[in-house]
């Protein structure tokens, strides 16, 4: 048990290396002189190698490295060459904005698939089983930014229930807040739910199948109660490993959504950042998505071993 | 006495196959029955048909009883069948590594047995009867510990406390030591001998093992294609068998002699619904004539007696 922890902490803590060196290298790999790229074509050399040196750009990539991280480190995420503003701040207000849509949509999409999934699953031979099917088939199908548009254009315009866009902090208005957070939520997480759902789908058919559900069975538990207190635990560790590899998914999905939606996520910044030419901030806001989903595989991997008794044996 | 199980015409179809067909048994209180056959003969289906377990797209027909249940448990919906089950009615199937849930704890997969159907008063005392329970198997202080730290043995007698748990009218054992190393097999038929006997519970033990059957049970049914086609006392059936297949299973696994040439009995069993019409058994039988090509009449009572045209001899010896 400690000992998974200890290895698993170390696994995480190289991956977090690697990935440091791996987005720090293909920045510094792309063509063109970041001081130069931030000023643009017309600047002058001499401007250029102002900056160079404002920012420390002159000094060998490895020290720059070196510095860059240190500073992530100590949560200095740097100034930005473009607008000369510090980026941590920036980052840490809408890093919320995206947790906030992410983990809605994280929710929608279990809440979704979760009980789909099981009724697909304890009734594959019937015609509910099958429709259930069809449609998540056809969710699959659709991606994120699509169902956005097709939301929009039903629940804000067409019957105007719901705001077509826009961001309000929750602590501003959190009636308002709520309502914005609805169709970006349900178009993140209604394509991711019906992923899910599959996955739901084919681990409660592996469970049903399972010698220990009849065994449950034979001591008098009905079906679904059978279910519910022998399967569900067992059915839940493939499901969350596929949810924690959906979080990569879901986090480039928001990317999307919050332009649709405009919403002032790490999406947006990102992309602001790819347009403004702001290249340490693209560098930034990468390294904090690779985090977040490193970060979030390794608690799937402690919760395997909550969920699994048999990964506690120490080796 | 009534018995505790009393099937009548039991038959069990997948699609338009025939798996089982016209199967009677009966079991009387505290008695110890065993059926025996080939692989696919149909022993299994018997019996979780008996219990409602059988897998999906597989149906049961015909009748079957339970004393202390005033229904019919053919077609009984899950309802009334989830009570009967684990309470008047417990099995133990082959695999022990796979019975248990693997992310629950022993003890309370045995103390749920109870608490399912309330015969403790609560959670408190259903955790001391499992203890005990475990104790008597053999297995004090396995309470909290995974069936993943459990052999394969231990495991099984887990579930033979946990079939027991609700001291059930009838217990049904479909293979439950075929899994298991020979010196653990001995040890598990202990301890369903002594489960049973303290509770008076009636046993249906199914095996391939003639040697078994010898000394655990009293009555023997033997099946072939779906059907039983001969049952009685077990001293008479394995020292006189009348239907030519009881005859050829008792050549081929010689309970006396310890000559490893034994016998076999010629040709295959046939694919489930491959059966020939009438006797089950005659395409592979030496004694099989144009009569066979009828079903062949039930010969004695219902407890003792065999279905062929061309019986061995009342007399004849077991190795012809
Ligand atoms: N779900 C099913 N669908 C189709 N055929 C089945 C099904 N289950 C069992 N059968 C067939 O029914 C026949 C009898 O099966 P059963 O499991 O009762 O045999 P058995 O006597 O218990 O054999 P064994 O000694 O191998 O356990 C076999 O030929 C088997 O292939
Ligand atoms: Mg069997």
Known sequence: ????????????????????????????????????????????????????QQFGLDRSLATQYVDWLGGLLQGDFGTSYVSKVAIGPQIADRFQVTLWLVVTAMIVALVLAAPAGTVMAARHRRISGLALSALSQLGVAVPAFLAGILLIMVFAVKLGWLPANGWTPPAEDPGMFLKQLVLPALSLGLVQGAVLTRYVRSAVLDVLREDYLRTARAKGLRPFPALWRHGLRNAAVPVVTVLGLQLATLLIGAVVVERVFVIPGLGSLLLDGVSNRDLLLVQDVVMVLVVAVLVVNFLVDLLYVALDPRLRVSR | MSDVLSVQGLSVTVRDKTLVQDVDLTVGPGERVGLIGESGSGKSLTALSVIGLLPEDVHAAGSVRLAGVSHELIGADERRMSRVRGLQLAMVFQEPMTALNPTMRVGDQVAEAMLIHRTVPGRRSARLAAT?????????GAMKTYPHQLSGGQRQRIV????????????????????????????????????????????????????????????VLVMYGGRVVEAGPVGEVFTRPRHRYTQGLLAASDLESADARLPTIPGNVPAAGQFPSGCVFRTRCAHATELCAEVPPWEGTPAHGFACHHPAPAMEPTHA
Do not use: K
């Open chain 2, 160 to 219: 033979v406390a946990l079939a027991l748990a609700n001291d059930p009218a009838l217990l049904i054992c479909d293979e439950p030591t075929t899994a298991l190393d020979v010196t653990v097999q001995a040890m598990i038929l202990d301890l369903i001998m002594q489960g049973v006997a303290a509770r008076e519970s009636a046993l249906l033990f199914i095996t391939h093992d003639l040697a078994v059957v010898a000394t655990i049970c009293q009555r």
């Open chain 2, 132 to 140: 005990e329970l475990l104790d008597r198997v053999g297995l004090a």
């Open chain 1, 1 to 52: 048990m400690i000992l998974r922890l200890v290895e698993r902490t170390a696994v995480l803590l190289v991956s977090l290396a690697v990935a440091s060196v791996l987005v720090f290298g293909f920045m510094a790999v792309l063509p063109g002189d970041p001081a130069r790229v931030a000023l643009g074509v017309n600047a002058s050399d001499e401007a250029v190698a102002q900056l160079r």
